[in-house]
C-alpha cells in the first residue's frame, strides 16, 4: 500500500481511539506534551526500540504506558493511529502489517501543518546543507526585519513551537519526514541530491523520491532548486515555478565567488563558511530573498554577521601547532568530498568513517585523488572499507592509510603523523551510531581529545 494511499488521521480523530507514538526522541516527546495537553483524556502508549530518557518516562501519566522492544513485537496491527517518529521508517515490515490491518499513520510535522494550515512556510530539504541554508535564511530574513522562527529538523521540534506572531517560519525537513508529509509549503528549496539514508528508505529510487516529494507539495507555489545538480535538473525542469540557482542568468557560484547573471555580489561570508557548497547555499538563500521580493544589498549586509553552526567545518582552534576542524554532521560520502574541496591546498589529516549503510564509496575517489590528504585514518565500522577504496582506486597518502578502533586512537594518531601548519579534519562520511548518541556528542568527544571546549549552541 503506497504510503500517501491513505490521508493522515485528522486530529479530532484521536478521541476514543487507540494511540500510539513510535519513538520517545526529540520528536516523539514533543508530540506527547503536544496530545497531552490537547486530549488530556487521551490514553497514549509510547513504543521505542530503546530505553527512553529517566527523566521523560519519570514524567508520564497515569493513562500513559510505555513500551520497549523490538518493533515487530509491539503488536502495532491493534492501534487505530501510529503517530511516526521521524526515525521509524514507514517501510519496515512492522509499520507495513500495522497499515495493512487498518492502522492510520500520521508524525508530529502533519501534526503541526494541519494546526497551522495559514503559517507561512519555507521549507528546506537537501542531501547536504539544508542545517546550514535554514539558518543562514532564517537569519537574513530576521536581520532584514521579519519575525522568524526556525524549526522541524533542526533547532525546536515543530510541535513544540506554537508562535502565532510570527512572518516567516523556515522549516528544514529530511527525508525521513517528508516520506509522508501532509502540507503545501508557501516555498520549497531543494538543495541538491544523492544517495543517502538507503537503510531507512530501503532503495535509492524511493530516497530520490521521497526527497522530492516537497516539489510536489509545492504545487504552483515557488520552488528554489539547484540548477548544478543534473537530477533536480532533470525532474524538475517541466516545472513552470521553478526559481533555479547556480544556472547562467541567476544567482550563482562560478570562479570561487557568486556571481548575479554577470555581475559579481560583493559579499563576504564569515570564516566558518568555507567552500563551493556554503557559496552555493547562499546562491540558495539570495534566490530565496528574490522570489520573496527582498532586497539582496540588505541581504548580503546580513549575512557577514551570521554565526556559522557548530560541527559544519568548524574550527576548534590551534594546538602545538596543529589546527583542528570538526565536521562531524558529515554523514555521506558527498559530504566529506566537499570538505577536502573546502580545504584544497592546505596539508591536513582526515578521519573517516562511521556507520557502515552499504554507500559505495568509490565514485567519490576522484574528490581524494584531486585532494589527497597527507593521512587518512578509517574508524569502525567502515573504515576500513573506505580505506579499501582507495587503496584499489590508487590514491596512497604520503603519510599512510591507518585503521584505529576508536576516536580517542585515531586523535593521537593524527597528532603524531600530521605535522606543524598542518590541519587535522574530522569528516565522517558516516553516521554516528551505535559509537556516540549522534553527530553532536561525536563532536563533543573530537573537541575534547583535541584540547577544545565545545559550546554546542542551539542554532536560532
Known amino acids: 500500500m503506497p504510503l500517501a494511499a491513505r490521508p493522515a488521521p485528522a486530529e479530532a480523530e484521536f478521541e476514543g481511539g487507540k494511540v500510539a507514538i513510535l519513538g520517545t526522541g526529540r520528536e516523539g516527546r514533543a508530540a506527547w506534551r503536544y496530545l497531552r495537553s490537547r486530549h488530556p483524556g487521551l490514553r497514549l502508549d509510547l513504543v521505542d526500540e530503546a530505553a527512553p530518557d529517566p527523566g521523560f518516562a519519570g514524567a508520564l501519566s497515569a493513562l500513559d504506558r510505555l513500551l520497549t522492544g523490538p518493533l515487530s513485537e509491539a503488536g502495532l496491527e491493534r492501534y487505530d493511529i501510529l503517530v511516526r517518529s521521524p526515525g521509524i521508517s514507514p517501510y519496515r515490515d512492522a509499520m507495513r502489517q500495522a497499515r495493512a490491518a487498518g492502522a492510520r499513520l500520521t508524525t508530529p510535522s502533519n501534526l503541526w501543518f494541519a494546526a497551522h ?28 526585519g521579519s519575525r522568524v522562527r526556525l524549526a522541524g529538523n533542526i533547532g525546536k521540534p515543530l510541535l513544540d513551537c506554537d508562535d502565532r506572531e510570527v512572518d516567516w517560519w523556515v522549516i528544514e525537513l529530511s527525508s525521513y519526514q517528508l516520506a509522508d508529509l501532509e502540507a503545501q509549503p508557501s516555498v520549497a528549496v531543494i538543495l541538491n541530491l544523492s544517495p543517502e539514508h538507503l537503510d531507512w528508505h530501503g532503495s535509492e529510487e524511493r530516497y530520490r523520491h521521497d526527497k522530492l516529494r516537497l516539489a510536489d507539495l509545492a504545487g504552483d507555489r515557488p520552488i528554489v532548486a539547484n540548477g548544478a545538480d ?3 535538473r532533470h525532474v524538475l525542469s ?64 546580513a549575512i557577514a554577521t551570521f554565526r556559522p553552526l557548530p560541527h559544519r567545518l568548524q574550527l576548534l582552534g590551534e594546538s602545538s601547532g596543529l589546527r583542528y576542524v570538526n565536521d562531524s554532521i558529515a554523514s555521506t560520502p558527498v559530504a566529506t568530498a566537499a570538505a577536502l574541496e573546502a580545504f584544497a591546498g592546505q596539508a591536513l589529516t582526515l578521519i573517516v568513517g562511521g556507520l557502515d549503510r552499504g554507500i559505495d564509496w568509490t565514485p567519490y575517489m576522484g574528490a581524494f585523488a584531486a585532494r589527497t590528504p597527507l593521512a587518512v585514518i578509517g574508524l569502525p565500522d567502515n573504515g576500513p ?48 551510531f551505535p559509537h556516540f548518541r ?8 573530537f573537541a575534547a581529545l583535541c584540547g577544545f571546549e565545545l559550546e554546542d549552541r542551539d542554532p536560532f
Open 238 to 301: 517541466p516545472r513552470q515555478n521553478i526559481r533555479w540557482f547556480n544556472e547562467r542568468g541567476a544567482i550563482r557560484v562560478a570562479h570561487g565567488r557568486l556571481l548575479d547573471g554577470d555581475r559579481a555580489l560583493e559579499l563576504r561570508l564569515p570564516d566558518g563558511l568555507p567552500g563551493a557548497h556554503n557559496l552555493s547555499n547562499t546562491a540558495a538563500v539570495l534566490t530565496v530573498i528574490r522570489a520573496l521580493g527582498g532586497e539582496l544589498d540588505a541581504a548580503i549586509e
Open 385 to 432: 572499507r573506505i580505506l579499501a577504496a582507495l587503496r584499489a582506486a590508487g590514491v596512497e597518502p604520503g603519510r599512510g592509510l591507518h585503521e584505529c578502533q576508536d576516536l580517542a586512537a585515531a586523535v593521537e594518531l593524527a597528532r603524531r603523523v600530521t605535522p606543524r601548519g598542518a590541519i587535522v579534519l574530522l569528516s565522517p562520511g558516516a553516521p554516528s
Open 117 to 144: 494550515r495559514d503559517a507561512r512556510t519555507i521549507c528546506v530539504t537537501g542531501t547536504k546543507g539544508k542545517s546550514t541554508t535554514s539558518a543562514l535564511l532564517a537569519h537574513v530574513l530576521a536581520a532584514t
Open 438 to 445: 549522534d553527530y553532536r556528542d561525536r563532536g563533543c568527544r
Open 230 to 232: 543534473p537530477l533536480l
